[in-house]
Every structure is written in structure tokens, then in C-alpha cells.
């Protein structure tokens, strides 16, 4: 081999260990940022924070606060109305400076306020259906087959409880779980409605249908619509993943299927927008009115 040959053998030998060595390095980064990111999120899930349900959570679920840091440059109106409610709750609270609460929520915009909150209590279905038994009012037990997106969970449970339904039902896994994003979204109904897991979507179905419940499921294919059906006073909605919809065998277990008529061509709805429509239609059908607002 000559020397120039040589030469150009090594050069390319040089420019594959570069390349090599960029690879490496970019996926080194590309798992750090991965693995940031779920950092983040599991750091997110006992957080709390925006102004209204920081405020509904020291009203009504106080005891689901460990502790409070508010930004020392919120309005004093504000920051007056919070931390008295703290101190009547004997909830902790801190004032900081605003990047302090930008770290914490990771660039969310928490409007100057984020609390600590205690896990959401996730049920067991057993021990559940024991204390609804003897319930002579409707009851309506929303299920959720596979919800991946924590927004759209909150904002089901959100509804969910605007429209008078007794417990939330998700699967452990395979689905969001209700962390502080859900918590959040949800206005802090997460911390106050029931939320119960389970192993299996359709084996839950079976068992609450021995239970006498009627069984819903939400399914824009379906033949009947939601406006022309009836409900008994013991109903389940069973709302689909976003996109896919309701799976084959829990579709398969639903005592009926009825789709949200929809005009245009827009096809189907936000998953937590066709949950609210069916609670909601259930809850006009037995003249559900909690408060009136």
C-alpha cells in the first residue's frame, strides 16, 4: 500500500470514529432528554397549581394539602385570599421567588402558586360497590377504556362530577393515571370524586352488570343515537381511547352502543367531549340539578 493510500485509509477511518462518536453522543442526549422528561412528570405528579383550583383545593379538600409556596410577586388580593386559607386549614405555606415555581412545574403556567398534594386515592371496585348498594338515588359510574391523555382524564372527571356521577373506573395500566395534571384539570375533582382502578375493562363490565347496572358504551359507529335512548337509574358510560375508540370485547360487553349525532365533517369527538355529552344526557333524563350554576 502506498503511502498516499495509507493516508486516505486512515482519514476515512478517522471520519467513521467521528461519525461513530456522534451517534453516541446524540444518543446519549436524546436518552437524557427522555429521561428528563420523565423526571419530570413523576416530579409533576404531586403538584398542584394555577390560582382557581388552588383555591377550590384549600375550600373543599384542604386536607389533601401538604404545603403551599406562593410567588412573591402575585397580587396582594391574591396572595392575601390564599394564604388566609391556609392558615385556617393549617396547610404550610412559602413565599418565593417566581423562578423557584417555574422549576417546579417545569414551564407550566402556574399563575403564581403551587401546593404539594397528597396522592389520589385510587379504590378498590370491591370495596366500592359495598357502600353504593343501598342507594336509592340514580347512580352513574363513568368508565374509561384506556384514556392515555391526562388532560382529557381530568377533564372527564371534571365532568364527571358536574353531572352528578357517583365514581370514576380506569385501568392500572395502559391508561393516564391521576396525577397532578389530572388534578389540575380536573378543578380538584380528582381529590374528591371516587377513583377506582381495575385490572380488566370488560371483566369490570361483567361484574357491574351483575350488580344490575345497564351498560353504555359511547360509539360514533353505532346505530342508535344518544338522544333517542333511555337509562335506568343504575348506568355506566364506558367512554373509548382517544382515536381507537371502545376495544372489540368491552364494545362486545356493553348492554347497548349509541353514537353523539354529529353534522359537518369533522367526524368524531374529543374523547372528554363525548363523555360530558352522554353524563350529562343521562343526568337531564333524571333531572339531576345540584346547584343550578
Known amino acids: 500500500m502506498s503511502a498516499k493510500q495509507h493516508r486516505n485509509t486512515k482519514s476515512f477511518k478517522n471520519s467513521k470514529d467521528r461519525d461513530t462518536r456522534h451517534r453516541d453522543i446524540y444518543k446519549n442526549k436524546d436518552k437524557s432528554k427522555e429521561k428528563n422528561k420523565e423526571q419530570g412528570e413523576q416530579q409533576l405528579d404531586d403538584l398542584m397549581w394555577g390560582r382557581q383550583p388552588i383555591l377550590d383545593l384549600l375550600r373543599y379538600s384542604p386536607q389533601k394539602c401538604l404545603k403551599l409556596w406562593i410567588s412573591e410577586r402575585v397580587h396582594p388580593s391574591f396572595s392575601g385570599e390564599v394564604t388566609t386559607l391556609a392558615r385556617s386549614a393549617k396547610v404550610t405555606f412559602q413565599k418565593v421567588a417566581p423562578m ?36 336509592k338515588t340514580p347512580v352513574l359510574l363513568v368508565v374509561l377504556d384506556h384514556i392515555l391523555d391526562p388532560h382529557n382524564l381530568g377533564a372527564i372527571i371534571r365532568s364527571a362530577e358536574a353531572a352528578g356521577a357517583t365514581a370514576v373506573i380506569y385501568p392500572k395500566r395502559r391508561s393516564a393515571l391521576p396525577g397532578g395534571t389530572v388534578v389540575k384539570v380536573s378543578a380538584g375533582a380528582a381529590l374528591r370524586l371516587p377513583m377506582i382502578s381495575v385490572t380488566n375493562i370488560a371483566q369490570t363490565i361483567v361484574q357491574l352488570q351483575g350488580e344490575g347496572f345497564w351498560v353504555v358504551g359511547l360509539d360514533h359507529n353505532a346505530k342508535q343515537t344518544l338522544w333517542e335512548a333511555t337509562y335506568p337509574d343504575k348506568a355506566v358510560f364506558v367512554v373509548g381511547a382517544e382515536g381507537e375508540g371502545l376495544s372489540r370485547l368491552v364494545a362486545e360487553r356493553c348492554d347497548m352502543l349509541v353514537r353523539i349525532p354529529i353534522t359537518g365533517k369533522t367526524g368524531s369527538l374529543n374523547a372528554s367531549v363525548a363523555a360530558a355529552l352522554g353524563m350529562f344526557e343521562w343526568a337531564r333524563g333524571k333531572g339531576v340539578d345540584g346547584h343550578g350554576e
Open 100 to 135: 423557584v415555581l417555574d422549576t417546579m412545574c417545569i414551564g407550566e403556567n402556574h399563575q403564581g402558586v403551587v401546593a404539594k398534594i397528597t396522592a389520589v386515592d385510587q379504590l378498590e371496585l370491591d370495596d366500592f360497590l359495598p357502600t353504593i348498594a343501598s342507594n
